[in-house]
């Protein structure tokens, strides 16, 4: 029987985790956690005997990045207000950025950055009315870029006269 690699938390004769001949991995850990040297062991095992548990090293669980946010418009003069909803953090860190794109063809998009992630609405200002644009937002944090919201469409218009 080929040999493979098993991991155990500390102190316990069953093994967690089992991967292959090279590596194994320890999942159900929570986002942006520090593990102490020890806290979990491996071995080698052929199914009938198992090596000596040595001590994994101490390691930092990686970050998780945001869920997909979600975007409304309300539709303006010449511009379109936006909010926005950060998507779940997953155990992983805040948002650290977020980018507003806009585009009328679907296929050429213009990026708004938005300098405070905090800062959840806006302007999108200089759009021309009666024009249908397409909006959609990502969400950064130190794991990376959320995917993209859903795309949401409006058309502004021009303020009635009266």
Known sequence: MAEKLVIYKKGEDTPSF???????????LAPNTAVAAGDYQGAFSDGTKTSDKVDVPAFMVKDAALKAPTVTLTVGDAK????????AANGGSAATALKLSY??????WTDVAIADPAKLTGTVDGLTNDTEYQ?????????GDSPASAIVKATPVAAAEG
Do not use: C, F, R
Request: hydrophobic content about 40%.
């Open 18 to 28: 089992t991967g292959d001949a090279t590596s194994a991995a320890i999942t159900g």
């Open 135 to 143: 909006v959609k937002v990502v969400a950064t944090n130190a794991a």
């Open 103 to 108: 585009s009328t063809d679907g296929s050429k």
């Open 80 to 87: 379109l207000d936006y909010t926005i909803k950060l998507g």
